[in-house]
Nanobody, 127 residues
Framework: QVQLVESGGGSVQAGGSLRLSCAAS????????MGWFRQAPGKEREGVAG????????YYHDSVKGRFTISRDNAENTLYLQMNSLKPEDTAMYYC????????????????????WGQGTQVTVSS
């Protein structure tokens, strides 16, 4: 069992930055694939960024490429999402997730495959 706790959300103006953190505890040795997802009211949950912890490969939704960076501090068991040049359309609840299987460019965003989820942290970007 893995427990995930997100933090770092908040309200910023367009063009601003935020860094989300996801602290993991429990059976963290088994987390092979981790990701950040977001869900806005009335919209489907979508993958924002993912990382395959075995080799460090990272993956991004097209809408955040060049603006968001996913990273992991293995020593601290913490996943990060650095978000720069934020836009109003980035407004959503952001969730951290993990699972114990391999993932790649065509699978990391499949949210039904994740079996550990955090409670979410709200990001609001005003124009």
């Amino acid at each position: 069992q893995v427990q995930l706790v997100e933090s770092g959300g908040g309200s910023v103006q367009a063009g601003g930055s935020l860094r989300l953190s996801c602290a993991a505890s429990g059976y963290t040795y088994n987390m092979k694939c981790m990701g950040w997802f977001r869900q806005a009211p009335g919209k489907e949950r979508e993958g924002v960024a993912g990382i395959y912890t075995i080799d460090g490969d990272t993956y991004y939704h097209d809408s955040v490429k060049g603006r968001f960076t996913i990273s992991r501090d293995n020593a601290e068991n913490t996943l990060y999402l650095q978000m720069n040049s934020l836009k109003p359309e980035d407004t959503a609840m952001y969730y951290c997730a993990a699972h114990s299987r391999a993932c790649g460019a065509n699978t990391w965003y499949a949210h039904p495959g994740y079996n550990s989820w955090g409670q979410g942290t709200q990001v609001t970007v005003s124009s």
